[in-house]
């Protein structure tokens, strides 16, 4: 970049600005507050994340053994009414075991492979998915992820009931100290991510998919906003 009289002028005004942006900031008078909301919401879908596990003695017997309860877990929610939309499956990890004997060289024992399915269903469905996968030989439960399919909805009001918070809270303070509030000086707000985990090992997945009375709780929708607001002198 070529600096004529006209750049060197401009670039020596961008200190001075921001110097009096923060002497203007210094010398007004603030009231901070922070809002924050939770709402609670019953949840009724599911982001299911089921493995399965298996040895064998070279790789492609290990991975024969994956992709075929994984084809056979996959058949059997297509026909039960799991969209195929909602379905993933494209990983595969192979990793070799050894077995290490002691001031030996290691030795190759076999090979182990894993696979990944994760779907999406709704609450009711859940059990039944979680029976499915045990009969075909899905052992593992990486996760559960519980939503609400009202999510979008529930996170808007989670944001409005924590900026009315916010402003109640100015009000308040405000009034308390005798003074007014003359608008807002600066907003921050950074969008939550509302997620309920629930994880099984292998009893635990078996108790679940057969314990109709099993409790999922609930799904939180936290918001929080940070507001400076301007008082008046």
Same mark, same amino acid.
């Given at each position: 970049m070529k600096f004529t009289p006209a750049n060197k002028l401009l @670039? @020596?005004?961008v200190p001075c600005l $921001?110097?009096?942006?923060?002497v203007l900031a210094a010398e007004q008078p603030? $009231?901070?507050? +922070?809002? +924050?909301?939770?709402?609670?919401a019953e949840p009724d879908m599911a982001e299911v994340t089921v493995a399965v596990v298996a040895k064998g003695d070279d790789a492609s017997s290990a991975k024969q053994q994956a992709? =075929?309860?994984v084809s056979a877990f996959?058949?059997?929610? @297509? =026909?039960s009414g799991v969209k195929k939309d909602d379905i993933s499956s494209a990983n595969l990890n192979l990793t070799p075991q050894y077995r290490y004997p002691k001031e030996q060289e290691p030795e190759l024992t076999g090979y182990r492979a894993s696979r990944d399915v994760t $779907?999406? @269903?709704s609450l009711p469905q859940l059990n039944a998915v979680l029976d499915k996968a045990l009969e075909e030989g899905m052992n593992n439960v990486r996760q559960i992820n519980l939503k609400s399919s009202k999510e979008a909805e529930l996170r808007l009001k989670a944001r409005d009931a924590a900026i009315e918070d916010a402003k109640q809270k100015a009000k308040a303070l405000a009034?308390?100290?005798d003074t007014q509030l003359d608008g807002v000086w600066s907003i921050r707000y950074f969008e939550q991510t509302p997620v309920t985990t629930l994880r099984f090992n292998a009893a635990e997945m078996k108790q679940a998919s057969t314990d109709q009375s099993y409790q999922y709780g609930t799904v939180n929708f936290s918001d929080r906003v940070e507001v400076s607001y301007k008082l008046k002198e």
């Open positions: @670039l @020596l005004g $921001l110097l009096s942006s923060a603030l $009231l901070e507050t +922070v809002g +924050v909301s939770q709402i609670q992709d =075929k309860a996959i058949e059997r929610l @297509l =026909k $779907l999406t @269903l009034k308390g100290f």
